[in-house]
């Protein structure tokens, strides 16, 4: 099995920066992307920042500019850097990832989306 483990949430004050990481461990082939989301209280999740796996990223409009998402030196892991955090930004962070798994000697694969359990990030404002 898959798992995701997030962690560097916590609370900051207006302006303040956090980093998140996530680590990915389990049976992984290969992993196509990894994304960081969130959702505040009452709202939709929604993306935050994505990087695939040739390095591409994409970023919310609210967040370019303030947010750096990247892959680790570490295998299958991702961070997230927040700076200039406002407290619209609070929410519980999620980590996600899309992996590819071999599922027969053919050499066929599958992905298959995968999620962390989520750390909150509290912006005091």
């Known amino acids: 099995q898959v798992q995701l483990v997030e962690s560097g949430g916590g609370l900051v004050e207006t302006g303040g920066s956090l980093r998140l990481s996530c680590a990915a461990s389990?049976?992984?082939?290969?992993?196509?992307?990894m994304a960081w989301y969130r959702q505040a209280p009452g709202s939709e999740r929604e993306l935050v920042a994505r990087?695939?796996?040739?390095?591409?990223?994409n970023y919310e409009d609210s967040v370019k500019g303030r947010c750096t998402i990247s892959r680790g030196n570490v295998k299958n892991t991702v961070y997230l850097q927040m700076n200039s955090l406002k407290p619209e930004d609070t929410a519980v962070y999620y980590c996600?990832?899309?992996?590819?798994?071999?599922?027969?000697?053919?050499?066929?694969?599958?992905?298959?989306?995968?999620w962390g359990q989520g750390t909150l990030v509290t912006v005091s404002s």
């Open positions: 990087i695939t796996s040739d390095g591409s990223t």
């Open positions: 996600y990832a899309l992996i590819e798994r071999v599922v027969n000697v053919e050499g066929a694969r599958v992905a298959k989306d995968y």
């Open positions: 389990g049976r992984i082939d290969s992993i196509k992307a």
